[in-house]
């Protein structure tokens, strides 16, 4: 068997959720919402994964568990004056970090591991979504989120970076967001029709276009609650079933938790998933059998919720995504 085989046979569609060796990639960003604080989420997923474990009711999961890596974010000395001023100031940064992540996620994969990118704001998904798409001829991504994350430069309302991921994603900005645009090493790294987004309730009116004129699979809050949790997730992945998909990235971002259950993020919009939803929501993706290859999980900020609760339910929603459950049955 050639290497390229080994390859190959590494990289078949199965889903890595449950089974597949997990490759930690933490990347303290917090350029693209411009609130400081979502970098120490990052950082502390990673390390409060590794504690969580260190138990030996969890040894599997641990023995799962691969070193972290941590992708280096420049630190600006002047970043707090530059906050919200609307002109891009921290694309340079924002794109040295994704370069890194993106050929991160691309290794991961190659390798047969689960790549997790650990966040971070939600600007991070253009570096783990240009690495992942590499590995794919169609790149589905589900996207679980209060925002669309569709806009643009020209069309953002905040100018924050961490809204235009998806926009970039689908070469909505080929020239005004270039280096990210070429990630995947083709513009778009993803086509519309390849994308699923649950959850969403926080849509600007540009974002609401793009979704319309594209055809982008797309359940608000409202309908995903009236459909029903499980059966609108299941929609989702027929959708990208019948799309075609050879492989699923799946972006979870934490505001789309009610924030009664996440006060710890900084987009925070009334009306989303309980605690108890979003686990079910997780459990089920583990327990598919499609080809969920990468995972991002986004925009904790601890400094936000000093109590710790937030924290607290962001690990317990990553490590049931992983396969941690309540009771262990041998």
């Known amino acids: 068997m050639t290497a390229s085989t080994v390859t190959t046979a590494r990289t078949a569609a199965t889903n890595r959720l449950l089974t597949a060796s997990i490759q930690p990639i933490a990347i303290p960003l917090w350029y693209g919402c411009e609130v400081p604080g979502v970098d120490h989420g990052a950082l502390v997923l990673r390390d409060g994964l590794q504690l969580r474990w260190i138990s030996p009711q969890y040894s599997g999961l641990r023995d799962r568990l691969r070193p972290a890596i941590t992708i280096p974010v420049v630190e600006l000395d002047d970043a707090?004056?530059?906050?919200?001023?609307?002109?891009?100031?921290?694309?340079?940064?924002?794109?040295?970090?994704?370069?890194?992540?993106?050929?991160?996620?691309?290794?991961?994969?190659?390798?047969?591991h689960l790549a997790l990118t650990l966040g971070g704001d939600h600007a991070v998904a253009m570096g783990s979504i240009g690495g992942a798409a590499r590995h794919a001829t169609k790149l589905g991504v589900l996207w679980i989120d209060t925002h669309p994350d569709l806009n643009t430069p020209e069309s953002s309302f905040s100018g924050h970076i961490h809204g235009m991921p998806l926009g970039t994603a689908i070469g909505l900005a080929p020239e005004s967001m270039r280096r990210a645009s070429l990630l995947a090493g083709q513009v778009p790294m993803i086509q519309p029709e390849h994308i699923c987004l649950l959850g969403i309730r926080d849509i600007d009116a540009g974002e609401e276009e793009v979704i319309a004129k594209n055809g982008i699979f797309a359940h608000t809050m409202d309908e995903w609650n009236d459909e029903g949790i499980l059966p609108g997730l299941e929609a989702a992945l027929n959708h990208l079933e019948c799309q075609g998909v050879d492989a699923i990235h799946l972006s979870f971002d934490l505001d789309v938790l009610d924030p009664a259950f996440m006060p710890g993020t900084g987009t925070r919009y009334p009306g989303g998933l309980t605690v108890r939803e979003a686990s079910q929501v997780l459990r089920y993706l583990g327990a598919w059998e499609g080809p969920i290859r990468s995972m991002d999980l986004v925009e904790l900020n601890p400094t936000l919720d000093a109590s710790g609760y937030s924290t607290d339910?962001?690990?317990?929603?990553?490590?049931?995504a992983l396969g941690e459950r309540m009771l262990s049955r041998g």
């Open 80 to 112: 707090l004056a530059r906050i919200d001023q609307r002109n891009m100031t921290f694309k340079p940064a924002i794109d040295d970090a994704n370069a890194a992540l993106a050929n991160a996620v691309d290794t991961a994969i190659q390798h047969g």
């Open 313 to 320: 339910i962001a690990l317990h929603l990553l490590a049931t």
